[in-house]
């Protein structure tokens, strides 16, 4: 039985922060130098980034777990009708099992009861993996986009989004 839990205290947000390194450590080892690695996180999944996305931003995050424990997490934020799925990872070794499918359907089923009229998110244009998911989950390429994210780092992706 796969559960989503919506991350409200501070203890999980460090559990996250701690979670999302070495997530992000293994998925992106091939696609970004472990120097813009190290600095994304710390600009977008340290505990205070996380905090203050909660806090500010008006983002969501959620555990998802089996009954092994935690095995990834997504991170959510409604906005103009629309809801930008920010983040979606699964550990490594919980890959292929269908997690990230009942992910996304919990996601779109939230989408669907606040009467939203899309989802919508970013992906790197090299995460080849990650492109052919969301496109089997029936998300199209809308535009792209190369954001510059200080440090001398880019992100330099495609926008997504899917209709509901």
């Given at each position: 039985m796969?559960k989503f839990?919506k991350i409200?205290?501070i203890c999980?947000i460090?559990?996250?922060?701690t ?5 992000w450590?293994?998925?992106?080892a091939?696609?970004?130098?472990p120097?813009q690695?190290?600095y ?6 340290s505990f205070?980034?996380?905090k203050?996305?909660i806090?500010?931003n008006?983002y969501e995050y959620?555990?998802?777990?089996d009954e ?19 983040k979606?990872?699964i ?7 269908k997690l990230?499918s009942?992910a996304?359907d919990?996601?779109e089923?939230?989408?669907?009861k606040?009467?939203?009229?899309s989802i919508w998110?970013?992906v790197?244009?090299n995460?080849?993996?990650a ?10 390429i ?6 510059d994210?200080?440090?001398g780092?880019i ?10």
């Amino acid at each position: 039985m796969i559960k989503f839990a919506k991350i409200t205290h501070i203890c999980d947000i460090q559990k996250l922060s701690t979670l999302a390194s070495a997530i992000w450590h293994e998925a992106f080892a091939d696609i970004l130098t472990p120097e813009q690695i190290d600095y994304m996180i710390e600009k977008f999944q340290s505990f205070e980034a996380i905090k203050t996305a909660i806090d500010k931003n008006n983002y969501e995050y959620f555990f998802i777990s089996d009954e092994t424990g935690i095995t990834g997490y997504t991170g959510i934020q409604e906005a103009d009708g629309k809801l930008f799925l920010s983040k979606i990872y699964i550990a490594k070794e919980k890959r292929g099992q269908k997690l990230a499918s009942k992910a996304f359907d919990f996601i779109e089923t939230l989408a669907r009861k606040r009467n939203l009229k899309s989802i919508w998110l970013t992906v790197n244009r090299n995460n080849t993996h990650a492109i052919e998911v969301y496109k089997a989950k029936g998300f199209s390429i809308i535009r792209t986009q190369v954001t510059d994210i200080g440090n001398g780092f880019i992100m330099d992706d495609y926008v997504f989004e899917k209709q509901l």
